[in-house]
């Protein structure tokens, strides 16, 4: 199996440690968003996706990406993704990997540190996460996908 981890990590690199343990279980090829090009996404076998959660929503850079991308026949995707309130909101995406010929085969969140807004002032929520249990949570669904590939 042919995997790629895609990520767009801005602030304190939450997402790009789960992309990171992501890669290792599926022994992917693991590329920052802006060290991608849409050719090199669709000839992998199975694709994650991942971003940050900004103001409820992934970040714009990954949706126009996404958006852009040329349609596929029987491509397999991820999303996965940190928040301070580890809410997804994959949803935006999950309908645009669709739109493109992606069968969404799985969804990781997990809660991220945050101290942006109103949270800086009080030194940001969520303080050491994404954690080792987190972490553990991720290779756990890195494995799910895998099975899901039959590539175990």
């Known amino acids: ?4 981890v895609v990520y767009v990590s801005v602030h304190h690199g939450n997402t790009e440690k789960i992309a990171r343990v992501l ?9 920052r968003l802006d060290e ?3 050719e090199t996404s669709i000839t992998h076998d199975v694709v994650g996706f991942g971003s ?8 714009k850079s990954l949706l126009r990406f996404v958006s852009e991308l040329p349609k596929v026949n029987r491509g397999k995707a991820f999303i ?16 645009k990997l669709s739109e493109k010929g992606f069968e969404v085969i799985g969804e990781f969140v997990c809660k991220g540190f945050c101290d942006y807004g109103p949270f800086k002032l009080v030194g940001g929520i969520n303080r050491g996460r994404p ?12 494995r799910e996908i895998l099975l899901k590939t039959k590539q175990i």
């Open 1 to 4: 199996m042919k995997a790629l």
């Open 23 to 31: 890669a290792k279980v599926l022994r992917a090829e693991l590329l």
């Open 36 to 38: 991608v090009d849409a």
């Open 52 to 59: 940050g959660i900004y103001f409820s929503r992934i970040h």
């Open 80 to 95: 996965f993704s940190t928040s301070g309130f580890g809410l997804g909101c994959h949803q935006p995406l999950r309908r």
């Open 131 to 142: 954690n080792e249990e987190d972490m553990q949570k991720a290779e756990t669904f890195a």
